[in-house]
Protein backbone atom coordinates (compact mmCIF):
# COMPACT_ATOMS: atom_id res chain seq x y z
CA UNK A 1 0.00 0.00 0.00
CA UNK A 2 1.26 3.71 -0.64
CA UNK A 3 0.48 4.57 2.59
CA UNK A 4 2.89 2.26 4.20
CA UNK A 5 5.72 2.35 1.37
CA UNK A 6 7.97 4.40 3.38
CA UNK A 7 7.88 1.13 6.31
CA UNK A 8 9.47 -1.11 3.96
CA UNK A 9 12.78 0.48 4.33
CA UNK A 10 12.38 -1.46 7.49
CA UNK A 11 9.97 -4.20 7.67
CA UNK A 12 8.41 -6.53 4.36
CA UNK A 13 5.12 -5.92 3.04
CA UNK A 14 4.07 -9.62 5.03
CA UNK A 15 5.02 -8.19 8.14
CA UNK A 16 3.23 -5.06 7.42
CA UNK A 17 -0.06 -6.94 6.88
CA UNK A 18 0.55 -8.51 10.10
CA UNK A 19 0.36 -5.00 11.79
CA UNK A 20 -2.53 -4.01 10.34
CA UNK A 21 -4.34 -7.17 11.13
CA UNK A 22 -3.01 -6.95 15.03
CA UNK A 23 -6.17 -6.19 17.36
CA UNK A 24 -4.95 -3.23 20.05
CA UNK A 25 -6.17 -2.34 23.21
CA UNK A 26 -5.51 1.27 24.61
CA UNK A 27 -6.72 1.15 28.04
CA UNK A 28 -6.31 5.09 29.06
CA UNK A 29 -6.21 7.57 26.39
CA UNK A 30 -3.99 10.39 28.19
CA UNK A 31 -0.48 9.02 27.31
CA UNK A 32 -2.36 6.71 25.64
CA UNK A 33 -3.64 9.01 22.80
CA UNK A 34 0.49 10.00 21.00
CA UNK A 35 0.90 5.79 21.54
CA UNK A 36 -2.64 5.65 19.40
CA UNK A 37 -0.91 7.93 16.69
CA UNK A 38 2.07 6.50 16.59
CA UNK A 39 0.88 2.80 16.07
CA UNK A 40 -2.10 3.74 13.58
CA UNK A 41 0.28 5.70 11.56
CA UNK A 42 2.81 2.44 11.70
CA UNK A 43 0.28 0.80 10.39
CA UNK A 44 -2.11 -0.73 13.17
CA UNK A 45 -5.36 -0.60 11.77
CA UNK A 46 -7.61 -2.48 14.62
CA UNK A 47 -7.80 -0.59 17.77
CA UNK A 48 -10.13 0.27 20.58
CA UNK A 49 -9.72 2.85 22.80
CA UNK A 50 -11.39 3.45 26.52
CA UNK A 51 -10.99 5.72 28.64
CA UNK A 52 -14.29 8.04 30.99
CA UNK A 53 -12.07 10.87 31.39
CA UNK A 54 -12.58 14.43 29.71
CA UNK A 55 -9.96 16.71 28.25
CA UNK A 56 -8.62 19.42 30.91
CA UNK A 57 -6.18 22.17 29.79
CA UNK A 58 -3.66 20.58 31.70
CA UNK A 59 -3.38 17.82 29.45
CA UNK A 60 -2.66 20.05 26.16
CA UNK A 61 1.23 20.00 26.95
CA UNK A 62 1.65 16.29 27.05
CA UNK A 63 -1.72 14.83 25.25
CA UNK A 64 -2.41 14.41 22.05
CA UNK A 65 -5.65 17.22 22.10
CA UNK A 66 -6.13 20.61 21.22
CA UNK A 67 -7.66 23.83 23.00
CA UNK A 68 -11.47 23.13 20.95
CA UNK A 69 -11.23 19.04 22.33
CA UNK A 70 -11.38 20.73 26.40
CA UNK A 71 -14.79 18.98 28.21
CA UNK A 72 -14.93 16.52 25.64
CA UNK A 73 -14.47 12.90 26.18
CA UNK A 74 -10.68 12.30 24.89
CA UNK A 75 -11.61 8.37 24.07
CA UNK A 76 -14.18 10.16 21.65
CA UNK A 77 -12.04 12.65 20.74
CA UNK A 78 -9.53 10.72 19.97
CA UNK A 79 -11.19 8.01 17.77
CA UNK A 80 -12.82 10.72 15.92
CA UNK A 81 -8.73 12.17 15.14
CA UNK A 82 -7.23 8.75 14.37
CA UNK A 83 -10.19 8.43 11.56
CA UNK A 84 -9.37 11.51 10.10
CA UNK A 85 -5.35 10.07 10.00
CA UNK A 86 -6.73 6.55 8.42
CA UNK A 87 -10.53 6.59 7.25
CA UNK A 88 -10.19 2.78 6.06
CA UNK A 89 -8.92 1.92 9.95
CA UNK A 90 -11.67 0.31 12.93
CA UNK A 91 -11.31 2.78 15.54
CA UNK A 92 -13.38 1.58 18.36
CA UNK A 93 -13.80 3.94 21.49
CA UNK A 94 -15.59 3.38 24.70
CA UNK A 95 -16.63 6.46 26.82
CA UNK A 96 -16.48 4.85 30.15
CA UNK A 97 -13.71 3.99 33.12
CA UNK A 98 -12.55 0.46 33.50
CA UNK A 99 -13.64 -0.60 36.97
CA UNK A 100 -14.31 -4.00 38.68
CA UNK A 101 -17.89 -4.26 37.31
CA UNK A 102 -17.01 -3.99 33.69
CA UNK A 103 -13.15 -4.79 33.57
CA UNK A 104 -14.23 -8.45 31.99
CA UNK A 105 -16.64 -6.70 29.24
CA UNK A 106 -13.93 -4.61 27.90
CA UNK A 107 -9.96 -7.40 27.74
CA UNK A 108 -11.51 -9.68 25.31
CA UNK A 109 -10.59 -10.83 21.64
CA UNK A 110 -7.36 -8.26 21.52
CA UNK A 111 -3.30 -9.20 20.16
CA UNK A 112 -1.60 -6.27 22.43
CA UNK A 113 -2.78 -4.34 25.10
CA UNK A 114 -1.19 -0.93 25.97
CA UNK A 115 -2.27 -0.19 29.55
CA UNK A 116 -1.89 3.41 30.00
CA UNK A 117 -4.73 3.94 32.87
CA UNK A 118 -4.20 6.13 35.77
CA UNK A 119 -2.63 4.36 39.24
CA UNK A 120 -5.58 5.52 41.36
CA UNK A 121 -6.39 2.54 42.16
CA UNK A 122 -5.31 -1.22 41.67
CA UNK A 123 -7.27 -1.78 38.27
CA UNK A 124 -4.33 -1.33 36.26
CA UNK A 125 -2.66 -4.17 38.10
CA UNK A 126 -5.99 -5.99 37.96
CA UNK A 127 -6.30 -5.33 33.94
CA UNK A 128 -2.69 -6.94 33.81
CA UNK A 129 -3.68 -10.05 35.50
CA UNK A 130 -7.04 -10.84 33.76
CA UNK A 131 -5.11 -10.00 30.24
CA UNK A 132 -2.26 -12.08 31.07
CA UNK A 133 -4.70 -15.31 31.60
CA UNK A 134 -6.24 -14.47 28.23
CA UNK A 135 -2.47 -14.93 26.68
CA UNK A 136 -2.42 -11.07 25.90
CA UNK A 137 1.01 -9.16 26.76
CA UNK A 138 0.43 -5.73 27.94
CA UNK A 139 2.92 -2.96 27.42
CA UNK A 140 2.86 -0.40 30.10
CA UNK A 141 4.06 3.00 29.16
CA UNK A 142 5.85 5.90 31.77
CA UNK A 143 6.99 9.15 31.00
CA UNK A 144 10.44 9.70 33.46
CA UNK A 145 10.70 13.81 33.03
CA UNK A 146 12.07 13.76 29.08
CA UNK A 147 12.59 10.40 28.91
CA UNK A 148 10.30 7.40 27.95
CA UNK A 149 10.18 3.91 29.54
CA UNK A 150 8.44 0.45 28.92
CA UNK A 151 7.58 -2.82 30.57
CA UNK A 152 6.46 -5.44 28.83
CA UNK A 153 4.06 -7.86 30.92
CA UNK A 154 3.99 -11.54 29.27
CA UNK A 155 1.22 -14.07 29.75
CA UNK A 156 2.56 -15.98 32.69
CA UNK A 157 5.49 -13.58 33.24
CA UNK A 158 6.47 -11.09 36.66
CA UNK A 159 3.55 -8.55 36.94
CA UNK A 160 4.54 -5.02 37.45
CA UNK A 161 3.32 -5.16 41.38
CA UNK A 162 5.75 -7.44 41.73
CA UNK A 163 8.80 -5.22 42.06
CA UNK A 164 7.85 -5.07 45.49
CA UNK A 165 6.06 -6.39 48.82
CA UNK A 166 4.43 -3.44 49.56
CA UNK A 167 3.58 -2.06 45.97
CA UNK A 168 0.71 0.47 46.51
CA UNK A 169 -1.38 1.30 43.39
CA UNK A 170 -1.47 5.31 44.20
CA UNK A 171 1.75 7.08 42.66
CA UNK A 172 3.23 3.51 41.29
CA UNK A 173 4.94 5.55 38.44
CA UNK A 174 7.33 7.26 41.03
CA UNK A 175 7.63 3.91 41.97
CA UNK A 176 8.60 2.20 38.98
CA UNK A 177 10.79 5.66 38.44
CA UNK A 178 12.88 4.57 41.82
CA UNK A 179 13.06 1.11 40.94
CA UNK A 180 14.36 1.47 37.32
CA UNK A 181 17.07 3.94 39.23
CA UNK A 182 17.65 1.38 41.90
CA UNK A 183 18.00 -1.35 39.13
CA UNK A 184 20.66 0.55 37.17
CA UNK A 185 22.32 1.31 40.25
CA UNK A 186 22.51 -2.29 41.18
CA UNK A 187 24.18 -3.17 37.97
CA UNK A 188 26.58 -0.03 38.21
CA UNK A 189 25.10 1.27 35.77
CA UNK A 190 23.63 4.56 37.16
CA UNK A 191 21.38 7.05 35.78
CA UNK A 192 21.85 9.71 37.26
CA UNK A 193 19.23 11.90 35.65
CA UNK A 194 16.49 9.50 36.86
CA UNK A 195 17.12 9.67 40.25
CA UNK A 196 16.63 13.65 39.74
CA UNK A 197 13.32 13.54 38.59
CA UNK A 198 12.43 11.12 40.89
CA UNK A 199 13.62 13.20 43.91
CA UNK A 200 12.17 16.58 42.08
CA UNK A 201 8.68 14.83 42.03
CA UNK A 202 8.85 13.68 45.48
CA UNK A 203 9.08 17.54 46.11
CA UNK A 204 6.30 18.39 43.59
CA UNK A 205 4.05 16.10 45.31
CA UNK A 206 4.75 16.33 49.14
CA UNK A 207 5.53 12.94 49.48
CA UNK A 208 8.34 11.27 51.69
CA UNK A 209 10.50 8.65 50.37
CA UNK A 210 8.67 6.48 47.91
CA UNK A 211 7.65 2.85 48.83
CA UNK A 212 11.17 0.49 49.55
CA UNK A 213 11.59 -1.68 47.18
CA UNK A 214 12.42 -5.08 48.76
CA UNK A 215 11.52 -8.69 49.45
CA UNK A 216 11.55 -9.51 45.05
CA UNK A 217 13.99 -6.64 44.22
CA UNK A 218 16.92 -8.98 44.24
CA UNK A 219 15.11 -11.84 42.42
CA UNK A 220 13.79 -9.52 39.59
CA UNK A 221 16.85 -7.45 39.25
CA UNK A 222 19.02 -10.85 38.91
CA UNK A 223 15.58 -12.14 36.54
CA UNK A 224 16.10 -8.38 34.43
CA UNK A 225 20.10 -8.72 34.40
CA UNK A 226 19.83 -12.30 33.01
CA UNK A 227 17.66 -11.30 30.19
CA UNK A 228 18.94 -7.90 28.98
CA UNK A 229 15.92 -6.07 29.84
Given at each position: ???????????????????????????????????????????????????????????????????????????????????????????????????????????????????????????????????????????????????GFVTVVKPGGYQINEISSKVK?????????????????????????????????????????????????????????????
Amino acid sequence: MERYSRNYIYISESEQEKIRSTKILIAGAGLGSVIAECALRMGFESMTIIDGDKIEESNLNRQNYTTSDIGKYKAERLAKYLQKINPNAQILHYNAFIDDNNVNDYIDNYDIAINALDFKSDIPFKVDRLLGKRGIPVLHPYNFGWAGFVTVVKPGGYQINEISSKVKAEGFELEMAEYVAQHAAFWNQPYLWLQDVVDEYKKAWGKDSATAVVGCFMVCCGTMHKNNV
